[in-house]
């Protein structure tokens, strides 16, 4: 099948690489021509090195080569999807699967990344998202990962797993889409409070804490929104949520890291040098539990500490201290 993967970042890169050994003919389009000049020179990405990129990946950055696609993979940071899904209109052929693998929720809107997707395309396409614990050097290394595709329709899914699975990626299908995105654009938040407790010298059990704690949070937004409480204990929420927060890999928990030993957040995203997506996340999921009336204590403390300046030990202060409750009072359990 003819695939355009949107997007020459390391996860885009990563992907484009997968369905070409599937036997795709497939085409990786870059915002930056210099991007796609230097690993048409050097056959490597820097976002993804030490993994080749062989002669019969074709590098382009004319959007045009939508034309006549089967599937187009978006994989561009979260605050470039609507431009990047607006320029695709004219151009898509109607009826082309577009899979959306970004992960974040759209700044001004707050709305998920597939229904930006959707808004743009006016409904000239299907839209899947892909997601779960997945880091891109990993994949590019063809170790051994799972992931879901979430669509609308069963049979569309389908088809989004049968072009992704191979021996070494394992794509499970889902009706979920809204489930599935509110897990991976609030699992990038916890990641970086995960990996500020990290920098901050803080054990195990806080990040045990963290996690689970930060886990019936998203659990509780994304069933209020309209996701099913099972997805967050599959691959897209605990899976991915225990990836990023545990592995060197996470851009996101290296940027808390750095924050936790005391950087200021713009260095320290900066430093990490790739799109850190939770410190986005961050102020949408405020605006997302207060239209759903929901409580997020450990993302409004993150939202605190990343846009309020405030001191991360007096935030996980507040959090220790707040009222008594039973662990099983939750609604959407
Ligand atoms: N890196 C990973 O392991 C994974 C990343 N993702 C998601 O994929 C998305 C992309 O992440 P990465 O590939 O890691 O990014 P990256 O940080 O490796 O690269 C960012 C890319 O965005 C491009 N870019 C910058 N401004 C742009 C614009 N205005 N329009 C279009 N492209 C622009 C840059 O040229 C660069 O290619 C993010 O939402 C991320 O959360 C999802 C799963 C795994
Ligand atoms: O989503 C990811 C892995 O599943 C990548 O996480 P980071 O953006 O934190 O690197």
Redesign the pocket.
């Known amino acids: 099948m003819k695939i355009t993967v949107v997007?020459?970042?390391?996860?885009?890169t990563?992907l484009a690489l997968l369905l070409l050994e599937n036997g795709n003919d497939v085409t990786l389009w870059?915002?930056?021509q210099e991007?796609s000049n230097r690993m048409r020179d050097t056959h490597e990405n820097p976002?993804l090195k030490g993994v080749p990129l062989p002669e019969e990946l074709k590098l382009t950055t004319d959007l045009s080569s939508v034309k006549g696609c089967g599937l187009v993979v978006l994989?561009?940071?979260?605050?470039?999807v609507r431009?990047?899904a607006a320029q695709l209109r004219e151009l898509v052929d109607p009826g082309t699967i577009v899979v959306s693998?970004?992960?974040?929720i759209e700044k001004d809107t707050s709305l998920r990344l597939s229904q930006v997707i959707e808004e743009e395309l006016q409904g000239k396409c299907p839209v899947v998202v892909l997601s779960g614990p997945?880091?891109?050097?990993e994949v590019g290394r063809r170790i051994p990962t799972g992931v879901v595709a979430a669509a609308d329709e069963l049979s569309v899914a389908q088809k989004v797993q049968d072009l992704f699975m191979n021996p070494r990626f394992r794509v499970y299908t889902s009706d979920d889409k809204v489930g599935t995105e509110i897990c991976a654009a609030l699992k990038?938040v916890i990641a970086l409070c995960a990996g500020c407790c990290d920098g901050m010298g803080y054990g195990d059990n806080t990040k045990a804490l963290l996690m689970t704690r930060g886990l019936a949070e998203m659990a509780r937004l994304g069933v209020a929104l309209g996701g099913r409480k099972e997805t967050f204990t599959g691959l897209a929420g605990v899976g991915d949520l225990i990836v990023t927060c545990t592995s060197m890999?996470s851009?996101n928990r290296r940027c808390g890291i750095l924050l936790g030993q005391g950087k200021e957040i713009h260095e320290a995203m900066q430093e990490v040098g790739?799109?850190v997506?939770g410190y986005y996340a961050a102020a949408n999921a405020q605006a997302l539990a207060e239209k759903a009336g929901v409580e997020m204590p450990i993302a409004q403390a993150a939202y605190e500490v990343l846009y309020q300046g405030r001191d991360v030990h007096a935030v996980i202060t507040d959090l220790m201290g707040r009222a008594k409750r039973s662990e099983l009072d939750e609604s959407w359990s």
Do not use: D, I, L, Q
Request: aromatic fraction near 8%.
């Open positions: 997007g020459s970042g390391a996860w885009g990563a870059s915002y930056h991007e976002m994989a561009t940071p979260s605050f470039a431009a990047t693998v970004s992960k974040g997945s880091h891109a050097e990038n890999h851009r790739a799109v997506e």
